[in-house]
């Protein structure tokens, strides 16, 4: 066998398996700012209030239906807080 046929086939299964890697590795986990950014795309402007870092870090806990309270409670809609908290999980 040629050296440059061996080396393509090393690079194409190194490749593969990387790939491979890649694809099976679990995603990241969001977190706390990510949710943030979510409500504060609803707030259109400035920052987010006190509230809403309080909900997103219950959120982040894992307390999924505390999040979505705390954060609609605060005047932030269903919809948005479901998405935001959903992110922080």
């Keep these: 066998m040629r050296t440059t046929?061996?080396?393509a086939?090393?690079?194409?299964?190194?490749t593969l398996?990387?790939?491979g890697a890649v694809l099976a590795a679990p995603a990241a986990h969001a977190d706390v700012?990510?949710?943030i950014n979510q409500v504060e795309r609803e707030l259109r402007g400035g920052e987010a209030p006190e509230y809403v870092r309080t909900a997103c870090s219950v959120g982040?806990?894992?307390d999924h239906a505390k999040c979505v309270s705390g954060l609609?409670?605060?005047g932030v809609t269903n919809?948005?807080?479901v998405s935001a908290c959903r992110v922080a999980k």
């Design 33 to 35: 700012r990510a949710c």
């Design 60 to 62: 982040l806990g894992g």
């Design 9 to 14: 086939g090393v690079l194409t299964g190194l």
């Design 79 to 81: 919809g948005t807080a």
């Design 72 to 74: 609609t409670a605060g």
């Design 17 to 19: 398996a990387l790939g």
């Design 5 to 7: 046929t061996r080396t």
